[in-house]
T-cell receptor
Framework: NAGVTQTPKFRILKIGQSMTLQCTQD?????MYWYRQDPGMGLKLIYY???????DKGEVPNGYNVSRSTTEDFPLRLELAAPSQTSVYFC???????????FGEGSRLTVL | KQEVTQIPAALSVPEGENLVLNCSFT??????LQWFRQDPGKGLTSLLL?????REQTSGRLNASLDKSSGRSTLYIAASQPGDSATYLC???????????FGTGTRLLVSP
C-alpha cells in the first residue's frame, strides 16, 4: 500500500460529532477515490476526484464532503456522524495509463 | 448497471492444492478487470490487472483470465500456501474508463 497514507487508522465518534479522514499520496496521480466497505456489502464509492480542484459524487455521498486543494491530499469530512456511517473507509489512487487502483490501509470508524 | 458476483463466498482447501476463484459480471463492455487481495484489517493489494484486449495475466503462482463474451474472469492459484489465506476481490471498470464496480469477494482459507 505504499504511496497512499490514511489517518487515523481507528476512531470512535459520538452521534452528531464531526471529523475528517485524511488521505495523502506521494505518487502525483490525478485520480483519487474514497470508498467505504461494510461487511458482506463490497466497496461502495463515496466521492472521487480527477484532479486538484475537481470532485464528484459517487454512489453513496450523503453525509460526506470532500475537497481537493492539492494533488497530494483528498480529505473526507463527516459533518454529523450517524451510526450508519460506522464502516471502514479506504482511499485509493489510480495509475494514469492502466487505470490500476492502489489503496491505503484504511480507517476504521465507529459511531456510537 | 454493472453487477459483479463472486462465487463461492468462502473456500477452504488444504495446502498444495491448485484452486480457481470465479468472478462474473453482467455488462461485457468493460475497460479492464482487476483482482485484489485483502488481509484481515488491511487495505486492498492489487494482484493482477487485465485490460479488455487481453485474455490473461500472470504473476508468480497467480494467473487471471478474462472472457468478456461470457462475462467471466477466473483467478487461478497454483500450489496454494497458508500465506495465501485472505479475501480475494475482483473489480470491473466499464468501457469509457468508468468507475470500478467491486464484487463482494471470496474468503480463502488454506490449511497446513
Amino acid at each position: 500500500n505504499a504511496g497512499v497514507t490514511q489517518t487515523p487508522k481507528f476512531r470512535i465518534l459520538k452521534i452528531g460529532q464531526s471529523m475528517t479522514l485524511q488521505c495523502t499520496q506521494d505518487m502525483n496521480h490525478n485520480y483519487m477515490y474514497w470508498y467505504r466497505q461494510d461487511p458482506g456489502m463490497g466497496l461502495k464509492l463515496i466521492y472521487y476526484s480527477v484532479g486538484a480542484g475537481i470532485t464528484d459524487k459517487g454512489e453513496v455521498p450523503n453525509g460526506y464532503n470532500v475537497s481537493r486543494s492539492t494533488t497530494e491530499d483528498f480529505p473526507l469530512r463527516l459533518e454529523l456522524a450517524a451510526p450508519s456511517q460506522t464502516s471502514v473507509y479506504f482511499c485509493a489512487i489510480q495509475g494514469p495509463n492502466t487505470g490500476e487502483l492502489f489503496f491505503g490501509e484504511g480507517s476504521r470508524l465507529t459511531v456510537l | 448497471k454493472q453487477e459483479v458476483t463472486q462465487i463461492p463466498a468462502a473456500l477452504s482447501v488444504p495446502e498444495g492444492e491448485n484452486l480457481v476463484l470465479n468472478c462474473s459480471f453482467t455488462d461485457s463492455a468493460i475497460y479492464n478487470l482487476q483482482w485484489f487481495r485483502q488481509d484481515p484489517g488491511k487495505g486492498l493489494t492489487s494482484l493482477l490487472l487485465i485490460q479488455s484486449s487481453q485474455r490473461e495475466q500472470t504473476s508468480g503462482r497467480l494467473n487471471a483470465s478474462l472472457d468478456k463474451s461470457s462475462g467471466r474472469s477466473t483467478l487461478y492459484i497454483a500450489a496454494s500456501q497458508p500465506g495465501d489465506s485472505a479475501t480475494y476481490l475482483c473489480a470491473v471498470r466499464g468501457a469509457g474508463f468508468q468507475k470500478l464496480v467491486f464484487g463482494t469477494g471470496t474468503r480463502l482459507l488454506v490449511s497446513p
